[in-house]
Structures are given as structure tokens and as C-alpha cells.
């Protein structure tokens, strides 16, 4: 069972987030050994600092207003290994270790199960075979 780190961060580097005007800012979440992409949500300075501070994945529900903690649930925890923010400081990205059947509330591993035009498939073909790039075993 996976363990639950906490991250450190200096105050620095949070002052360097900058956050939307609704004080959200998207974070990205990428499984560690694959690098697929997980899921996308909003972060508040709040529920990043309680990420960073319990190592697990907290997200700001934009519909419900409330904090969520990734996993909760539904059993499909995200535990935290690392943690960056990027040139801007306006996109969040933790590479996880994610427990459970995935990220998705579908039941999909990723999120990101569906693409444009060419390489676009049924759900069928979908699920017979993962795409390549994307985690899936090769």
C-alpha cells in the first residue's frame, strides 16, 4: 500500500504560483513509472498547501465548493512523489502514484481516454487496446 509523503516547499516558490481570478489555478496529474497523463483539476492556494502538506492529491470543486481529497471516496488514492509548477507559475503538474482502478470518476484509468480525429476510436476499440504514448503497456 502506498504511503503518503508530505513535499516540502519554501514560501518562495509559493509566491511564485500565480492563481486565476477566481484564486484557481489547474493542476495536472501524471502517474510516476508511465508519465500518463492522469487528470486535470483546480487547485486553490488552500488545497495546494494541504497537498503539498499531507501528500496526497486536494483539489478545489469549483461545482460543489468545496474541497475534495483525491480518492476519498472511491478508493482511488493518489499519493504524491513530486511536486512543480511551471515557467509562469500559472500550471501545477504532481506526478502520482495512483492506487486504486485509476483517476478517472468513469472508471478510466486516465482521464484522458478519448482523442481527436486520427487515432479517435469507438469505446470498444478503445477499451481493446490503449493507446501508445499514453501509459499503455507496449
Known amino acids: 500500500m502506498p504511503v503518503a509523503t508530505p513535499i516540502s516547499a519554501r514560501d518562495e516558490d509559493l509566491a511564485n504560483v500565480t492563481f486565476n481570478a ?6 495536472i496529474v ?15 492556494d488552500e488545497s495546494l498547501r494541504k497537498t503539498l502538506e499531507t501528500g496526497r492529491t ?5 461545482s460543489r465548493q468545496e474541497y475534495w481529497c483525491k480518492g476519498e471516496t472511491s478508493g482511488d488514492r493518489q499519493f504524491v512523489r513530486q511536486a512543480f ?16 482502478r485509476g483517476a478517472c470518476h468513469t472508471g478510466e484509468h486516465s482521464c484522458f481516454y478519448r482523442a ?17 504514448g499514453y501509459g499503455a503497456a507496449e
Request: proline share 3%; aromatic share 12%.
Open 116 to 132: 481527436f480525429g486520427h487515432g479517435a476510436s469507438t469505446e470498444a476499440e478503445r477499451r481493446s487496446a490503449a493507446p501508445i
Open 85 to 100: 509548477y511551471d515557467c509562469d507559475g500559472d500550471t501545477l503538474l504532481f506526478v502520482v502514484e495512483q492506487e486504486g
Open 58 to 62: 486536494w483539489f478545489w470543486s469549483r
Open 22 to 27: 477566481d484564486g484557481l489555478v489547474p493542476a
Open 30 to 44: 501524471q502517474e510516476v513509472g508511465t508519465g500518463q497523463v492522469l487528470m486535470m483539476a483546480w487547485m486553490n
